[in-house]
Protein backbone atom coordinates (compact mmCIF):
# COMPACT_ATOMS: atom_id res chain seq x y z
CA UNK A 1 0.00 0.00 0.00
CA UNK A 2 1.34 3.21 -1.16
CA UNK A 3 0.68 6.56 0.94
CA UNK A 4 0.92 8.16 -2.29
CA UNK A 5 0.83 12.19 -0.88
CA UNK A 6 4.31 11.16 0.91
CA UNK A 7 5.44 9.42 -1.98
CA UNK A 8 5.41 13.06 -4.51
CA UNK A 9 6.43 14.79 -1.39
CA UNK A 10 9.39 13.17 -0.58
CA UNK A 11 10.35 12.29 -4.19
CA UNK A 12 11.34 13.48 -7.05
CA UNK A 13 9.46 11.98 -9.82
CA UNK A 14 6.96 14.82 -10.15
CA UNK A 15 6.89 18.46 -10.12
CA UNK A 16 5.24 20.03 -7.33
CA UNK A 17 5.16 23.93 -5.56
CA UNK A 18 4.42 24.04 -1.83
CA UNK A 19 3.00 26.65 0.19
CA UNK A 20 2.86 26.21 3.73
CA UNK A 21 1.02 22.82 4.51
CA UNK A 22 -1.26 23.12 0.33
CA UNK A 23 0.61 20.96 -1.88
CA UNK A 24 0.87 21.08 -5.82
CA UNK A 25 1.76 18.59 -8.25
CA UNK A 26 1.67 17.52 -11.78
CA UNK A 27 1.55 13.97 -11.71
CA UNK A 28 2.13 12.38 -15.15
CA UNK A 29 1.35 8.39 -15.37
CA UNK A 30 2.70 6.88 -18.60
CA UNK A 31 0.98 3.69 -20.08
CA UNK A 32 4.01 1.61 -19.60
CA UNK A 33 4.20 2.41 -15.80
CA UNK A 34 0.51 0.83 -15.18
CA UNK A 35 -0.29 -1.08 -12.03
CA UNK A 36 -3.67 -2.22 -11.03
CA UNK A 37 -2.41 -3.82 -8.79
CA UNK A 38 -1.34 -0.89 -5.97
CA UNK A 39 -2.95 0.28 -3.52
CA UNK A 40 -2.94 4.09 -2.83
CA UNK A 41 -4.26 6.45 -0.28
CA UNK A 42 -3.02 9.82 1.41
CA UNK A 43 -3.40 11.31 4.63
CA UNK A 44 -4.88 14.98 3.39
CA UNK A 45 -7.82 15.66 1.07
CA UNK A 46 -6.89 16.90 -2.40
CA UNK A 47 -8.81 18.06 -5.52
CA UNK A 48 -7.33 16.67 -8.98
CA UNK A 49 -7.57 17.74 -12.94
CA UNK A 50 -6.93 15.44 -15.64
CA UNK A 51 -5.52 17.24 -18.10
CA UNK A 52 -4.94 14.32 -20.48
CA UNK A 53 -5.62 10.54 -21.13
CA UNK A 54 -8.52 8.28 -18.98
CA UNK A 55 -8.00 6.61 -15.76
CA UNK A 56 -10.05 3.97 -13.72
CA UNK A 57 -10.58 4.68 -10.44
CA UNK A 58 -11.62 2.04 -7.86
CA UNK A 59 -12.52 2.69 -4.23
CA UNK A 60 -15.08 0.24 -1.94
CA UNK A 61 -17.93 1.35 -3.25
CA UNK A 62 -18.08 2.31 -7.19
CA UNK A 63 -15.68 3.07 -10.36
CA UNK A 64 -14.72 6.41 -11.63
CA UNK A 65 -13.57 7.07 -14.92
CA UNK A 66 -11.25 10.44 -14.93
CA UNK A 67 -11.14 11.85 -17.96
CA UNK A 68 -9.35 15.02 -19.41
CA UNK A 69 -11.51 18.11 -18.19
CA UNK A 70 -12.85 16.32 -14.93
CA UNK A 71 -12.78 17.16 -11.43
CA UNK A 72 -12.57 15.41 -8.78
CA UNK A 73 -12.56 16.04 -4.83
CA UNK A 74 -10.45 12.79 -2.58
CA UNK A 75 -11.12 12.89 1.15
CA UNK A 76 -8.59 12.55 3.00
CA UNK A 77 -7.05 9.10 4.39
CA UNK A 78 -9.00 7.18 1.81
CA UNK A 79 -8.03 4.41 -0.50
CA UNK A 80 -8.38 3.77 -4.34
CA UNK A 81 -6.99 1.58 -6.96
CA UNK A 82 -6.15 3.32 -10.26
CA UNK A 83 -5.48 2.41 -13.57
CA UNK A 84 -5.42 3.57 -17.76
CA UNK A 85 -8.60 3.54 -18.95
CA UNK A 86 -7.09 3.86 -23.03
CA UNK A 87 -3.54 3.45 -24.54
CA UNK A 88 -2.32 6.74 -23.90
CA UNK A 89 -0.43 8.64 -20.79
CA UNK A 90 -2.55 10.11 -18.28
CA UNK A 91 -1.91 13.92 -16.76
CA UNK A 92 -3.23 15.44 -14.02
CA UNK A 93 -2.81 18.32 -11.55
CA UNK A 94 -3.36 17.66 -8.15
CA UNK A 95 -3.38 20.18 -4.92
CA UNK A 96 -3.09 18.06 -1.16
CA UNK A 97 -5.39 20.33 1.46
CA UNK A 98 -5.55 19.86 4.51
CA UNK A 99 -8.61 20.42 7.09
CA UNK A 100 -7.50 23.52 8.40
CA UNK A 101 -7.07 25.17 5.47
CA UNK A 102 -10.48 24.14 4.44
CA UNK A 103 -11.87 25.71 8.12
CA UNK A 104 -10.11 28.96 7.48
CA UNK A 105 -11.73 29.23 4.26
CA UNK A 106 -14.73 28.91 6.20
CA UNK A 107 -14.31 31.38 8.53
CA UNK A 108 -12.83 33.92 6.51
CA UNK A 109 -15.07 34.19 3.90
CA UNK A 110 -18.24 33.44 6.81
CA UNK A 111 -19.54 30.56 4.49
CA UNK A 112 -22.39 29.11 5.96
CA UNK A 113 -22.90 25.88 6.78
CA UNK A 114 -25.34 22.50 5.91
CA UNK A 115 -26.02 19.64 7.81
CA UNK A 116 -24.66 16.19 7.21
CA UNK A 117 -28.12 14.82 5.36
CA UNK A 118 -26.35 15.71 2.00
CA UNK A 119 -23.03 14.19 2.82
CA UNK A 120 -24.46 10.78 4.22
CA UNK A 121 -23.16 7.61 2.63
CA UNK A 122 -20.99 9.78 0.08
CA UNK A 123 -18.02 7.83 -1.60
CA UNK A 124 -14.34 8.51 -1.22
CA UNK A 125 -14.19 10.48 -4.06
CA UNK A 126 -16.64 13.28 -5.37
CA UNK A 127 -17.12 14.63 -8.85
CA UNK A 128 -16.93 18.28 -9.38
CA UNK A 129 -19.44 19.49 -12.06
CA UNK A 130 -16.95 21.16 -14.76
CA UNK A 131 -17.32 24.55 -15.40
CA UNK A 132 -15.09 27.34 -16.99
CA UNK A 133 -13.81 28.47 -13.84
CA UNK A 134 -12.41 25.30 -12.93
CA UNK A 135 -10.86 24.53 -15.66
CA UNK A 136 -9.60 27.74 -15.82
CA UNK A 137 -8.10 27.81 -12.47
CA UNK A 138 -6.22 24.51 -13.27
CA UNK A 139 -4.60 25.28 -16.47
CA UNK A 140 -3.34 28.83 -14.82
CA UNK A 141 -1.46 26.92 -12.59
CA UNK A 142 0.22 24.96 -15.00
CA UNK A 143 2.80 27.67 -16.24
CA UNK A 144 4.05 27.79 -12.26
CA UNK A 145 5.82 24.49 -12.63
CA UNK A 146 8.41 25.29 -15.31
CA UNK A 147 9.40 28.41 -12.94
CA UNK A 148 12.89 28.20 -11.59
CA UNK A 149 11.71 30.01 -8.53
CA UNK A 150 8.51 28.90 -7.24
CA UNK A 151 5.62 31.56 -7.08
CA UNK A 152 4.76 33.76 -4.21
CA UNK A 153 2.93 31.12 -1.61
CA UNK A 154 0.47 33.95 -0.84
CA UNK A 155 -0.24 34.08 -4.43
CA UNK A 156 -1.02 30.36 -4.87
CA UNK A 157 -3.26 30.29 -1.69
CA UNK A 158 -5.22 33.28 -2.10
CA UNK A 159 -6.13 31.85 -5.35
CA UNK A 160 -6.54 28.56 -4.00
CA UNK A 161 -8.84 29.84 -1.89
CA UNK A 162 -10.84 31.75 -3.75
CA UNK A 163 -11.33 28.72 -6.13
CA UNK A 164 -12.87 26.67 -2.62
CA UNK A 165 -15.22 29.63 -2.05
CA UNK A 166 -16.55 29.49 -5.95
CA UNK A 167 -17.36 25.56 -5.44
CA UNK A 168 -18.66 25.64 -2.45
CA UNK A 169 -21.14 28.68 -3.67
CA UNK A 170 -21.97 26.08 -6.55
CA UNK A 171 -25.50 24.82 -5.50
CA UNK A 172 -24.44 21.49 -7.56
CA UNK A 173 -22.07 20.86 -5.07
CA UNK A 174 -23.78 20.33 -1.89
CA UNK A 175 -22.37 17.14 -1.24
CA UNK A 176 -18.47 18.68 -0.67
CA UNK A 177 -20.13 21.42 1.35
CA UNK A 178 -21.72 18.56 3.86
CA UNK A 179 -18.30 17.11 4.17
CA UNK A 180 -16.02 20.67 4.27
CA UNK A 181 -19.03 21.37 7.04
CA UNK A 182 -18.14 18.49 9.05
CA UNK A 183 -15.04 19.23 9.01
CA UNK A 184 -15.34 22.87 10.53
CA UNK A 185 -18.14 22.14 12.98
CA UNK A 186 -15.89 19.62 15.06
CA UNK A 187 -12.86 20.82 17.06
CA UNK A 188 -12.11 17.02 16.99
CA UNK A 189 -11.43 14.62 13.88
CA UNK A 190 -14.77 12.29 12.90
CA UNK A 191 -14.24 9.18 14.23
CA UNK A 192 -16.68 7.49 11.49
CA UNK A 193 -14.40 9.67 8.84
CA UNK A 194 -11.51 7.86 10.12
CA UNK A 195 -12.19 4.27 10.42
CA UNK A 196 -14.16 4.30 7.26
CA UNK A 197 -11.31 5.72 5.46
CA UNK A 198 -8.35 4.21 7.75
CA UNK A 199 -9.73 0.12 8.70
CA UNK A 200 -7.65 -1.22 6.27
CA UNK A 201 -4.55 -0.16 8.26
CA UNK A 202 -3.02 -3.04 10.57
CA UNK A 203 -3.07 -0.67 13.66
CA UNK A 204 -3.83 -1.50 16.81
CA UNK A 205 -7.09 0.04 18.68
CA UNK A 206 -4.74 3.05 20.68
CA UNK A 207 -2.90 3.82 17.32
CA UNK A 208 -6.98 4.05 15.83
CA UNK A 209 -8.05 6.32 18.99
CA UNK A 210 -4.30 8.20 18.90
CA UNK A 211 -5.56 9.46 14.92
CA UNK A 212 -9.06 10.07 16.25
CA UNK A 213 -7.17 12.27 19.05
CA UNK A 214 -9.04 10.95 21.88
CA UNK A 215 -8.16 8.76 24.87
CA UNK A 216 -8.61 5.09 24.32
CA UNK A 217 -11.53 5.01 27.02
CA UNK A 218 -12.93 7.75 25.01
CA UNK A 219 -12.58 6.27 21.79
CA UNK A 220 -13.71 2.85 22.84
CA UNK A 221 -17.36 4.45 24.28
CA UNK A 222 -17.94 7.03 21.18
CA UNK A 223 -17.56 4.56 18.68
CA UNK A 224 -20.30 2.28 20.26
CA UNK A 225 -22.35 5.05 20.67
CA UNK A 226 -21.49 5.80 16.93
CA UNK A 227 -21.38 1.85 15.46
CA UNK A 228 -23.05 0.39 18.60
CA UNK A 229 -21.21 -2.19 18.84
CA UNK A 230 -17.13 -2.76 19.70
CA UNK A 231 -14.29 -1.72 17.46
CA UNK A 232 -12.65 -4.91 17.11
CA UNK A 233 -16.02 -6.47 15.83
CA UNK A 234 -16.59 -3.43 13.19
CA UNK A 235 -12.47 -3.65 12.03
CA UNK A 236 -12.91 -7.83 11.54
CA UNK A 237 -16.75 -6.78 9.60
CA UNK A 238 -15.11 -4.21 7.40
CA UNK A 239 -12.10 -5.94 6.89
CA UNK A 240 -13.62 -9.02 5.72
CA UNK A 241 -15.91 -7.20 3.46
CA UNK A 242 -12.75 -5.78 1.33
CA UNK A 243 -11.27 -8.75 1.56
CA UNK A 244 -14.52 -9.95 -0.45
CA UNK A 245 -14.10 -6.76 -2.38
CA UNK A 246 -10.53 -7.74 -3.63
CA UNK A 247 -10.79 -11.23 -4.27
CA UNK A 248 -13.64 -10.41 -6.65
CA UNK A 249 -12.11 -7.60 -8.18
CA UNK A 250 -7.94 -8.44 -8.75
CA UNK A 251 -5.80 -10.91 -9.25
CA UNK A 252 -3.87 -10.65 -6.24
CA UNK A 253 -2.56 -13.78 -4.52
CA UNK A 254 -4.24 -15.07 -0.82
CA UNK A 255 -1.24 -13.12 1.21
CA UNK A 256 -1.59 -10.05 -0.93
CA UNK A 257 -5.64 -9.50 0.11
CA UNK A 258 -4.67 -10.86 3.43
CA UNK A 259 -1.99 -8.07 4.18
CA UNK A 260 -4.03 -5.31 2.37
CA UNK A 261 -6.83 -5.79 3.77
CA UNK A 262 -5.18 -5.32 7.33
CA UNK A 263 -5.15 -8.69 8.71
CA UNK A 264 -1.58 -9.82 10.57
CA UNK A 265 -0.90 -12.92 9.05
CA UNK A 266 -2.53 -14.83 6.30
CA UNK A 267 -3.51 -18.38 8.56
CA UNK A 268 -5.56 -15.93 11.11
CA UNK A 269 -7.35 -14.08 7.72
CA UNK A 270 -8.30 -17.85 6.11
CA UNK A 271 -9.63 -19.04 9.60
CA UNK A 272 -12.21 -15.76 10.00
CA UNK A 273 -13.00 -15.43 6.36
CA UNK A 274 -13.89 -19.36 6.14
CA UNK A 275 -16.11 -18.46 9.87
CA UNK A 276 -17.96 -15.35 7.71
CA UNK A 277 -18.74 -17.06 4.65
CA UNK A 278 -18.57 -20.71 4.45
CA UNK A 279 -15.66 -21.23 2.57
CA UNK A 280 -11.72 -19.91 2.29
CA UNK A 281 -10.78 -17.24 0.38
CA UNK A 282 -8.84 -19.89 -1.94
CA UNK A 283 -12.38 -21.89 -2.53
CA UNK A 284 -14.53 -18.62 -2.85
CA UNK A 285 -11.74 -17.25 -5.55
CA UNK A 286 -11.43 -20.26 -7.08
CA UNK A 287 -15.38 -20.71 -7.94
CA UNK A 288 -15.94 -16.88 -8.67
CA UNK A 289 -18.09 -15.95 -6.03
CA UNK A 290 -20.52 -18.57 -5.34
CA UNK A 291 -22.10 -16.79 -2.64
CA UNK A 292 -23.66 -13.96 -5.03
Not at 58 to 75: N, P, Q, S
Request: with cysteine; proline share 4%.
Amino acid sequence: MINVQDFIENGNLFKKIKADDLLFTEIKCPVEDDDSGSNLWWHDNFFAYALAGEMVLKTLKGEYIFRAGDCIFAKKGSLISAHHHVREDFCELRVFVPDDFIRSVFQKNKISMIGPKANKNTDTLIPIPPNDLLEAYFHSLLPYFQLSNPPLENLLKLKFEELIVNIVSNRSTLMLKSYFSEICSSSKPSIKNIMENNFIKNLTLQEFARLCARSLSAFKVEFKAIYHTTPGKWLRKKRLEYSRYLLETTDSSIDEVCFSSGFENSSHFIRVFKSEYGLTPGQFKMNGNPLK
